[in-house]
């Protein structure tokens, strides 16, 4: 396991997220699966070696992105530079995630076709 979140009182884990690739602000974290509660915050994250065959897990491609603030939104579709070079040092303690697509995977720079989703 990456780390764990004590849930609150009302939190069940509700969801579990997996993906190629997670971003945090320490750094890039090979095929993660991520527990998310009711309110679609982060409660653990862990590696697994085949996160897409996970039982009960929505697969999404991509790259995950915990603690990613809305404003910085605009900063990414703009970017062209590598995003393991200067995101995870803007990232939060918030326990959010987004899900970016249309990278350019091999350096993980943003390309025109940049999509953000949150998710929750």
């Known amino acids: 396991m990456i780390f764990s979140v004590p849930p609150s009182k009302n939190s069940n884990p509700l ?37 897409d065959r996970e039982p009960f897990t929505e697969f999404y491609a991509g790259v995950l992105v915990l603690g990613l603030e809305e404003e910085l939104i605009p900063e990414l579709q703009k970017s062209r530079e590598p995003l393991t070079k200067w995101l995870p040092a803007l990232l939060t303690d918030r326990q ?4 970016l697509t249309g990278l350019d995977y091999p350096t993980l720079t943003p390309t025109p076709d940049l999509r953000i989703q949150p998710i929750r």
Do not use: F
């Not at 959010?96 to 899900?99: I, P, S």
């Open 96 to 99: 959010t995630l987004h899900l």
């Open 15 to 51: 969801r579990r997220i997996a993906s190629n690739r997670l971003l945090t602000r320490e750094g890039l974290v090979l095929h993660p699966l991520v527990t998310l509660d009711e309110q679609g915050e982060v409660v653990e994250v862990r590696c697994s070696e085949a996160p």
